[in-house]
């Protein structure tokens, strides 16, 4: 696949899939189709509950990350992007549906629905964030950085409201979708450092480099000049000398 060709396709998925957003939330379907934690109904929501949102403002607030975050995860890691997109959404909704309200803080006393698209954010944002440093790759860590610098601020979205004073308007945030959303990320930028772009490395960083062009000009470098020519490395004293 040719660059124009990858880059269609990068601006294309994340397009379709806020597209596929934007009509879920149109059809207004009635009830909750997202994560009721622990309850087997509820487990419907580790594939839907991504899809619905509770207003065109929640719906928003997740779609231009999905676009920007989604694009950067097709354009760099495309041999993986599939495959991301498909267990990230997965393992992070069971995740929430095993562990989230577990009643141990007072926010969790009561089992909610949860919906949106937010834990998938936290997926991407974490997976392109930690990938470019585990790559050690220059431009992939300028990636990272690029997500810092617009989504730093998502970082106290994974804190419950007891650790971080919300608004009333974010008091009912499902912080378990943003945390385990972020640790799925992790947890495949580390399993799949070695898939995809890598840290460019040359031949003669390897310790078992040889090549004989180099040694047919090191030879010639040494009867141009001789060892006897070049100056003498002064010898540090040693410790006993200093005495």
């Known amino acids: 696949m040719n660059e124009k060709a990858k880059i269609r396709e990068a601006i294309l998925i994340p397009t379709l899939l806020?597209?596929?957003?934007?009509?879920?939330?149109?059809?207004?379907?009635?009830?909750?189709?997202?994560?009721i934690p622990r309850y087997?109904?509820?487990?419907?929501?580790?594939?839907?509950a991504p899809l619905f949102h509770s207003s065109w403002e929640h719906l928003f607030n997740n779609a231009?990350?999905?676009?920007?975050?989604?694009?950067?995860?097709?354009?760099?890691?495309?041999?993986?992007?599939?495959?991301?997109?498909?267990?990230?959404?997965?393992?992070?909704?069971?995740?929430?549906?095993?562990?989230a309200d577990m009643g141990i803080l007072p926010s969790d006393t009561h089992i909610g629905c949860h919906i949106g698209a937010s834990g998938i954010v936290y997926m991407m944002a974490s997976f392109?964030?930690?990938?470019?440093?585990?790559?050690?790759s220059l431009p992939l860590i300028a990636v990272s950085?690029?997500?810092?610098?617009?989504?730093?601020?998502?970082?106290w979205g994974i804190f419950p409201e007891e650790v971080i004073i919300y608004s009333k308007e974010q008091a009912n945030i499902s912080w378990e979708s943003h945390l385990f959303g972020a640790m799925v990320g992790l947890f495949f930028s580390y399993k799949w450092r070695k898939i995809g772009p890598q840290k460019?490395?040359?031949?003669?960083?390897?310790?078992?480099?040889?090549?004989?062009?180099?040694?047919?000009?090191?030879?010639?470098?040494?009867?141009?000049?001789?060892?006897?020519?070049k100056p003498e490395k002064e010898e540090k004293p040693k410790f006993k000398d200093l005495f």
């Open 64 to 99: 231009y990350p999905i676009l920007i975050l989604g694009f950067m995860i097709f354009a760099f890691y495309r041999k993986i992007a599939y495959l991301l997109l498909t267990l990230g959404w997965m393992l992070t909704g069971i995740l929430v549906w095993l562990f």
């Open 18 to 35: 806020i597209l596929v957003l934007v009509i879920v939330h149109l059809m207004n379907l009635p009830g909750c189709y997202g994560i």
């Open 128 to 136: 392109v964030f930690f990938s470019g440093i585990f790559r050690r």
């Open 200 to 229: 460019k490395r040359f031949p003669w960083h390897r310790k078992d480099y040889y090549n004989i062009q180099d040694e047919i000009l090191w030879q010639k470098y040494l009867e141009e000049f001789p060892e006897e020519e």
């Open 40 to 48: 087997l109904q509820g487990f419907r929501g580790v594939l839907l």
């Open 145 to 155: 950085l690029i997500v810092v610098f617009l989504y730093g601020s998502m970082l």
